[in-house]
């Protein structure tokens, strides 16, 4: 089989639909290497990502060469150049599959993320919502087949676009096999030592804008009677100033750091590190970070309300995402109870194994062929 893959996203982007491309790409590459893949991108750019997926068997990598508008080339022109390589399934990674692909015959599966333009408008231009919208429903209505990556997007796909549920099916993602890894004492002592980490801390991990409403992890800190240190690791927003008034006013600056720049090989140390892990997110598609978080071995607070109870697991612990109190309370029976915390640990590696990254390449594989086979 040759499978065509929209990797824009693979080869430029550092977090989020950029992980999860490189995640599923690395992982049919190795499982089931019987195929040939095809990697669709607009432009490459020198970084690791391209050196990463380089080294990869089985694979090749088009790009349109010098074109005036490469935007073009990824949502119609490429149709030419699957036809031309004899693609036999193509897979949009990210929402959107090139306008008429469904006339070249080539079967197709798109994976949906999430819908939180349309959940939470508020945090979206209008214009980006109207395109965003066109280009989903589009790309929904042409493919054979759906991938939602959590039962959360499935029901907002046949709620809020009035997809059918049998078009649709759930597959998870993965977490970089980084986070599995035991990293050095030495290592771990040059982490600590960089970022002056505290002994025990409390870890954020994600881009600090409203909706991931850190300003709700802030006032549970303010609230603790506990002298608990806060890590946030993130790409600043404006939303951030909200924060750092509440910071200010609460006289709580000297207990959170922020830290901008630390590199993808050093995250996997600092999640190892910490105490707990805290990700109060109003919503997710999925919520990558929790996965991390079990796979490093730390026990997870999440908020209700989208899919973070898929990635979490039962013996995670949840709170809603306007109950600070609540939050508080929760963080001091994690934080003053090694056993407690133990207890998540453990349950978290078992069920961290539901992500398996193995499993979920056959689920895919599977799709894949029934795609093909469906006349």
Not at 138 to 143: D, I
Not at 239 to 256: L, M
Not at 273 to 294: K, N, W
Not at 306 to 312: D, F, K, N, R
Request: hydrophobic share 40%; charged share 25%; proline share 4%.
């Amino acid at each position: 089989m040759i499978v065509g893959y929209d990797a824009k996203r693979a080869f430029l982007n550092n977090t989020g639909l950029g992980n999860y491309s490189r995640w599923l790409i690395k992982s049919m590459v190795q499982f089931h290497p019987e195929n040939q893949y095809r990697l669709y991108t607009p432009r490459i750019r020198d970084n690791r990502h391209k050196n990463e997926l380089s080294k990869l068997k089985n694979i090749c990598a088009v790009t349109p060469g010098r074109m005036f508008l490469p935007s073009w080339w990824r949502s119609q022109g490429v149709v030419k150049n699957l036809r031309t390589d004899k693609v036999d399934l193509y897979h949009g990674l990210s929402h959107e599959l090139p306008f008429s692909i469904k006339e070249s015959g080539i079967k197709t599966v798109l994976t949906v993320h999430d819908l939180i333009f349309m959940r939470f408008p508020q945090y979206f231009k209008w214009i980006d919502r109207l395109i965003y919208k066109a280009k989903l429903a589009y790309a929904c209505r042409t493919a054979d087949r759906i991938v939602a990556i959590s039962q959360k997007t499935k029901d907002d796909l046949v709620e809020l676009l009035n997809i059918p549920a049998s078009k649709i099916e759930v597959i998870y993602q993965g977490c970089d096999n980084t986070f599995t890894l035991y990293n050095s004492e030495a290592y771990r002592t040059k982490i600590r030592k960089k970022y002056n980490l505290p002994k025990r801390y409390i870890l954020s991990v994600g881009t600090i804008e409203e909706r991931k409403n850190l300003l709700l992890l802030v006032k549970a800190l303010a609230r603790s009677k506990d002298s608990i240190r806060l890590i946030v690791v993130g790409k600043a927003t404006d939303y951030i100033e909200e924060v750092k008034q509440f910071i200010n006013a609460s006289n709580t600056a000297y207990r959170v750091t922020f830290l901008h720049d630390v590199t993808f090989d050093e995250l996997p140390v600092l999640y190892q590190l910490a105490t707990l892990f805290v990700y109060p997110s109003r919503y997710e598609g999925f919520g990558i970070p929790v996965i991390e978080a079990l796979c490093s071995g730390v026990p997870v607070i999440a908020a209700t309300g989208s899919c973070l109870e898929e990635a979490g697991g039962p013996d995670s612990l949840y709170i809603n995402p306007d109950d600070d109190e609540d939050l508080a309370r929760k963080i001091s029976r994690v934080w003053n109870s090694p056993a407690l915390r133990q207890q998540m640990i453990t349950k978290g590696f078992e069920y961290a194994k539901n992500f398996n990254h193995e499993k979920l390449a056959d689920q895919l594989m599977q799709l894949y062929q029934k795609t093909l086979n469906h006349a």
